[in-house]
């Protein structure tokens, strides 16, 4: 093994990153970044049917959102094939490895067979070399697959970085299939010679993979090859109790991302999403890749919970600057067909994002500096009433004249409740209904600084 920490995230682009791929590029991410290492990203793409262009981009795109840079890749499966090949040689060649002409019929008819007498279903070995043993007449026509001659004695024990020790008798295990019959490797095989040649010493994937190892680390043993150290992360649960699915909820990074969330926040999120530092609930980036050593991740599935994710992101957006949420503002309202200049923009957000906890939240505020705004019935009803139509004339013309700024605002707003011997909401009220569309905004005056001078008087004209 080398001496410096390499880990990887090895994403299939059948689909978009998802959380629980993401949670683990975060883990993996930061346990290399924590001990000085290596961070690599490999596309897992010889599912050539499924796999996209799409999928390999927004998965570029998520991992560039969340910032988990890679210090090596993207590096692609299906650009290895030549050295896929020559391993399949070289286990051929020593017996670890062998041909198997049985075809996707007969092994069916076997599952039957065995399902029939109660048995475990599984590959029989019938084309498994064994010393005296004789096999078939090799079929004409048929191409076969190559597997791996399994162990059949002993057992398989590692010490897994999360679940700790894990032990599973080779009995339990066929011998798998390491290259289709078309010539490409299957993931177990693909994925041990991936992590030999790049060097990968840690592997955090998640605990679906845990049958999967020790076929995988079979494999290193018989190729000699050092075994890196794996720790395999529980699942995530949604709100319901089940795996988070595609069918029951937006589980894709891109989604958050166009759902107004901060990086920052999903970052933090994800990281305390099965594992924790003490009580400590708010983090930066940079306390992260201090704290996280491979130590205090969770043994138990984790739950998500969007409205934990939804407070940590408003903590993110009182803090985040002005300028930088404008762009981000700015772009949520071009979606809507609302061109917004982020100079403009950046004093609205600093005015409005105390009162929101997304992006697409703060968009929904501003919105009325950029569209026109339909007051509600109920509303107009309610606070735009015959007996403040002359206070409403009076304060619109006070607002043709002032300086256009804050103070001469809330002063003329002042002058014509003392005009009319009003107090201060019977006014703000009603003047926020006409103007911004709602009876709740903040302070009047500053709101209506950020207008233009014609737009509010405009406006009140609709009293």
Not at 90 to 114: I, N
Not at 126 to 148: A, M, N, S, Y
Request: charged share 25%; net charge negative; aromatic share 8%.
């Amino acid at each position: 093994m080398t001496s410096k920490i390499r880990t990887r995230i090895a994403p299939s682009p059948t689909g978009f990153l998802h959380l629980g791929t993401a949670r683990t590029a975060l883990y993996s991410w930061a346990y290399a970044r924590h001990h000085g290492g290596e961070f690599v990203l490999r596309i897992e793409d010889t599912d050539v049917a499924r796999s996209t262009q799409d999928s390999v981009d927004q998965i570029l795109q998520s991992m560039h959102w969340l910032g988990l840079d890679y210090d090596e890749g993207p590096i692609y499966q299906m650009q290895r094939l030549d050295r896929y090949q020559a391993v399949i040689e070289q286990m051929l060649a020593a017996g670890s490895a062998y041909r198997c002409y049985t075809t996707p019929a007969e092994l069916d008819a076997l599952r039957e067979q065995q399902k029939a007498r109660g048995e475990k279903t599984g590959y029989d070995g019938r084309w498994r070399p064994e010393p005296g043993k004789t096999l078939p007449p090799v079929p004409e026509g048929v191409q076969p697959v190559i597997r791996f001659k399994n162990p059949r004695d002993g057992e398989v024990r590692w010490d897994d970085l999360v679940k700790g020790e894990i032990v599973i008798a080779n009995k339990e295990f066929d011998d798998l299939i390491i290259q289709r019959a078309d010539g490409v490797p299957t993931y177990n095989f693909a994925v041990v010679v991936d992590d030999w040649d790049m060097g990968i010493t840690h592997v955090f994937r998640g605990d679906e993979h845990i049958n999967n190892t020790p076929w995988q680390i079979n494999i290193y043993q018989a190729l000699g090859a050092p075994l890196p150290l794996f720790g395999h992360l529980p699942v995530i649960l949604g709100d319901d109790g089940l795996k988070l699915s595609k069918r029951r909820g937006a589980v894709a990074v891109s989604n958050y991302e166009d759902g107004g969330y901060l990086p920052e926040a999903m970052l933090n999120y994800l990281a305390r999403l099965g594992w924790s530092h003490g009580d400590d609930e708010l983090f930066s980036r940079e306390q992260l890749v201090t704290w996280f050593d491979g130590t205090h991740l969770n043994k138990s599935p984790a739950q998500w919970d969007a409205a934990k994710l939804t407070w940590v992101n408003a903590h993110y957006m009182k803090q985040a600057d002005d300028t930088r949420l404008a762009s981000l503002v700015a772009a949520q309202l071009a979606r809507r067909g609302h061109q917004a200049d982020a100079e403009r923009l950046a004093p609205m957000c600093a005015l409005f994002k105390d009162r929101c906890a997304t992006t697409v939240e703060l968009a929904d505020w501003l919105a009325m500096y950029f569209a026109p705004v339909t007051p509600s019935a109920e509303d107009r009803a309610q606070h735009v009433t015959d007996a403040l139509r002359p206070a409403l004339a009076a304060l619109a013309a006070r607002l043709q004249t002032c300086a256009w700024e804050k103070a001469a605002i809330n002063q003329a707003i002042k002058d014509t409740i003392g005009e009319f011997g009003l107090k201060m909401p019977q006014l703000a009220i009603p003047v926020r209904v006409l103007v911004c569309g709602r009876a709740q905004t903040p302070s009047v005056d500053a709101v209506l600084a950020l207008f233009s001078r014609e737009e509010v008087v405009a406006r009140l004209a609709n009293a």
